[in-house]
C-alpha cells in the first residue's frame, strides 16, 4: 500500500462471498504538471451529481469475477479544487468560479481485443458574477485498470482536459467543447432498431443510443451475440435494447463470458439467469475452490452492483417484505437451481412493490 502524493488510495478486506460489497477508494495523484493562464479561479466545488451511489464498478481478482464499487477519498473535493488551483496561473482580476460536478464514472470494457478503462467527466463552471453556467464534458481511456497506474491519472488528466477547454472556451467563444458524447439525449430507436449504453450510468439515465449489428441468439435460452458492423475488436456496449428488451452484456457480472444475456425482470433489480464459471477467492489469497452451473443474478439499478444469487442474499432482499418470507423458502439455492424460477418470482415481486404498484 502506498501514499501517492498526498491520497492515499485504500483497498479494503476482500471477504469470501459471492455478495461482494466492498470498494475502493479513488482520488488525484498530482501527476500533471502543466499550468494554464487563465482570468479566473476556482473558489469552490459543489457536488451535483445525480447518480451518487458509487462512481463505477471494477473488476477485481485473477479471473476479474469481484465486482467493486469506486468511491470517493474523504476530502474528494477539496482535494480537487486545491488541484484545480494549482493548474492556474491566474492575472490580478481573475474572476470567481464555482465548479459543479455533474457526472464522474468509471468503467471497465472486458471482451474484443482485451480491456479497456473509462472515464467520464462533466463539470460547469458557474460565473460567480453574472451566474453564467458552461458545461464541459471529457470521455478518456486506456489499456491500464489498476486505480494507481490508470484510473487515477485518468481521473486526474480528465479534471485537467476539462478546466483547459473551459479557460479556451472564455478566451474564445467559438471553441468547440468535448461535448457530451453518444447518449447525451435520449433517442427513441425506430421500430425494431438496436440501442446501446456504453455503461451502468447509461442504463441508469436512460440515455441510449442506436447501434449497429444484428443480435442473434448464441447457445442456451437467455444468450445473445451480437455480430457488429465495426471492425475486429471493439469494445463490447454495457447494455443493448432490441424490441423493448434488455441485454447485458455478460462480462458485467461474476462468472459470465463474452456474449450478452437477456434480463428477465426489471426494475428495482434486474433479474438474468446464466450458466457461470465462478471461482471464490479474493485478491490477496489463491483461489479457494470452484464453482460452475446454472444460477440467478442480480444487478442493483440504485448501485450497479451485480451479485449471484445464494441463501445469504435471498435471505437479504426477503428481509424487508415479512409476507414473501412466510410464502418463499430457500435453501441451496446453488445446488439446486431447480428454485430459480421462484427466485425469479421473488424479484418480479420485490421490484412491483418498490414501484409500488
Avoid at 501514499?3 to 478486506?13: A, E, Q, V
Avoid at 474484443?112 to 453564467?132: A, H, I, N, P
Avoid at 482536459?161 to 435520449?186: T, V
Avoid at 459470465?256 to 471461482?279: A, K, M, S
Wanted: aromatic letters at 10%; one cysteine or more; charged letters at 25%.
Amino acid at each position: 500500500m502506498r501514499i501517492l502524493g498526498t491520497i492515499l488510495l485504500l483497498l479494503s478486506k476482500v471477504y469470501l462471498t459471492f455478495g461482494q460489497v466492498d470498494y475502493r477508494v479513488i482520488g488525484l495523484i498530482n501527476q500533471v504538471t502543466d499550468s494554464i493562464s487563465a482570468d479566473f479561479y476556482i473558489e469552490s466545488v459543489l457536488d451535483e451529481r445525480a447518480f451518487q451511489s458509487n462512481l463505477g464498478i471494477v473488476n477485481r481478482g485473477p479471473r476479474k469475477n469481484i465486482k467493486r464499487p469506486l468511491v470517493m477519498e474523504s476530502g474528494f473535493l477539496a482535494s480537487m479544487k486545491k488541484q484545480m488551483n494549482s493548474w492556474l496561473k491566474p492575472g490580478k482580476d481573475a474572476e470567481p468560479v464555482v465548479a459543479v460536478l455533474k457526472e464522474l464514472y468509471f468503467w471497465e470494457s472486458r471482451g474484443g481485443e482485451g480491456t479497456m478503462g473509462f472515464v467520464s467527466l462533466k463539470m460547469g463552471f458557474r460565473e460567480k458574477t453574472s451566474g453564467d453556467e458552461m458545461d464541459i464534458s471529457v470521455e478518456l481511456s486506456g489499456r491500464e485498470l489498476t486505480v494507481a497506474k490508470g484510473h487515477a491519472p485518468r481521473l486526474e488528466n480528465a479534471l485537467f482536459n476539462c478546466l483547459r477547454q473551459y479557460s479556451g472556451q472564455r478566451k474564445d467563444p467559438g471553441l468547440e467543447s468535448g461535448g457530451e458524447g453518444p447518449g447525451a439525449e435520449m433517442i427513441k430507436p425506430r421500430k425494431g432498431g438496436l440501442m446501446a449504453a456504453s455503461n451502468f450510468l447509461g442504463l441508469w439515465k436512460g440515455n441510449f443510443f442506436p447501434a449497429s449489428g444484428n443480435l442473434r441468439r448464441k447457445g442456451g435460452p437467455f444468450r445473445y451475440q451480437l455480430n457488429r458492423m465495426e471492425k475486429h475488436g471493439a469494445a463490447p456496449y454495457f447494455s443493448l435494447v432490441k424490441d423493448n428488451r434488455l441485454f447485458i452484456w455478460a462480462r458485467n457480472y461474476p462468472g459470465g463470458g463474452n456474449y450478452y444475456t437477456r434480463v428477465l425482470e426489471q426494475g428495482r433489480y434486474l433479474f438474468l439467469i446464466d450458466d457461470v464459471f465462478l471461482v471464490t477467492n479474493s485478491e490477496e489469497q489463491p483461489e479457494q475452490g470452484q464453482f460452475s452451473g446454472k444460477v440467478a443474478i442480480i444487478i442493483d439499478m440504485e448501485t450497479g452492483v451485480p451479485e449471484v444469487v445464494d441463501d445469504k442474499v435471498m435471505d437479504s432482499l426477503m428481509a424487508p417484505y415479512p409476507q414473501l418470507r412466510e410464502n418463499y423458502l430457500f435453501k441451496d439455492i446453488l445446488d439446486f437451481p431447480f428454485q430459480l424460477t421462484r427466485v425469479q418470482n421473488v424479484i418480479a415481486e420485490i421490484n412491483r412493490q418498490a414501484q409500488g404498484d
